[in-house]
């Protein structure tokens, strides 16, 4: 059996398994215990046969829970395609993951990685987590403040890895009041070129994926899964030595100790936009993402992906971080 994943590498599995329900799901897990669980195969970078069983969660189901005049409070079942489902809440008026629009995979991976993209994250706009744990069958609920959501990090990449599969999301959105997020050099300009001064939600969807569109090839033509990289945090001290030497490096604040680079950039000044070993390579127009140019394998975009990381420490001192997840 072929896994599907947007890096468009063969990948094989002897078993895997459609999950349409919680209850599907529940007995899967009787029958497999230890599986390797699938959503929309976007964040993940496949090298190997998987010998576990895969389960492949399609959950789906979009429903309000509650309303006020100021707010919704809409769950999305994780097997609901995340660009569609954000579409969804902006074409009902729904404002806060405008942002976040056309990245690629489920819902249900979205609190995994705590995605984030033009200063949003799903932390900002997440209340809760439905999870079956793996272990005793049993549904749990996680509270935002139960995921300890990281920089593209949560609890379910930490301790409790492996633990659960999480069925539904719960999202707390704006009806009226946006509060939008336009601050990045890259939204602004695009605003400037349409010349809107107050954007809607729908207009800064427009927008974000209007930039995307331009900055990321799209999956379903040449394979990739975003960005590669993590932006590395960095201490300021080590960033003031950075700075020194290279006085254009861009930076965000994370706090009065620490700065964020964008990878991208670091990769680009090493002269790596571009470079390409067979069919595995970094994309011509963004650094930050590693793509397949056809035929490329799991193992050869990794190797790729070393060769580009040990670059970046040789020139900058900097360790870069996969956000993508290898197996």
């Known amino acids: 059996m072929l896994i599907p994943n947007t890096f468009n590498v063969k990948a094989e599995a002897d078993i ?25 195969g976007s964040n993940m970078l496949i090298t190997q046969k998987i ?32 660009h569609q489902f954000v579409q969804y809440t902006l074409e009902r008026g729904y404002g806060g993951l405008e942002n976040l629009s056309l990245i690629y ?6 609190p995994v990685q705590n995605i984030g993209a033009y200063g949003v994250e799903i932390k900002d ?43 539904a999301v719960t999202f707390k959105l704006t009806k009226r009041n946006h509060l939008l997020h336009t601050q990045y050099g890259a939204i602004e300009e695009v605003l400037r070129e349409r010349h809107i001064t107050t954007p809607t939600p729908q207009q800064l969807s427009e927008v974000v994926i209007a930039i995307r569109q331009r900055k990321l090839p799209n999956p379903a033509e040449v394979g ?8 590395p945090i960095l201490p300021k001290e080590k960033y003031i030595e950075l700075q020194q030497q290279y006085p254009q490096i861009p930076s965000y604040k994370v ?15 090493c002269g790596l936009k571009g470079y390409r070993v067979g069919d595995a390579g970094v994309h011509t127009q963004q650094a930050l993402v590693l793509v397949n140019y056809g035929k490329a394998t799991g193992k050869e975009i990794l190797a790729v992906a070393h060769y580009v990381k040990d670059q970046v420490f040789e020139k900058f001192g900097v360790a870069l971080e996969f956000e993508v997840n290898i197996f």
């Open 125 to 167: 706009v997440m209340t809760s987590c439905e999870a079956i744990d793996v272990r005793t069958l049993q549904k749990r609920v996680f509270s935002n403040a139960d995921c300890c959501f990281g920089y593209r990090e949560s609890i379910f990449k930490g301790e409790e890895k492996g633990h659960y599969i999480i069925t």
């Open 51 to 82: 010998s576990q069983p895969v389960l492949h969660i399609l959950l789906k189901g979009i429903e309000v829970q509650e309303e006020t005049d100021d707010y919704v409070w809409i769950k999305a079942a994780a097997g609901e395609n995340w």
């Open 224 to 231: 990739n899964c975003g960005s590669f990289f993590k932006n």
């Open 105 to 110: 995979g489920n819902v249900g991976t979205t």
């Open 16 to 40: 895997l398994v459609d999950i349409h329900s919680e209850q599907a799901l529940v007995e899967a897990l009787r029958m497999y215990p230890n599986p390797f669980v699938l959503g929309g």
């Open 255 to 269: 706090d009065d100790l620490n700065v964020k680079v964008p990878a991208g950039w670091l990769i680009d000044t």
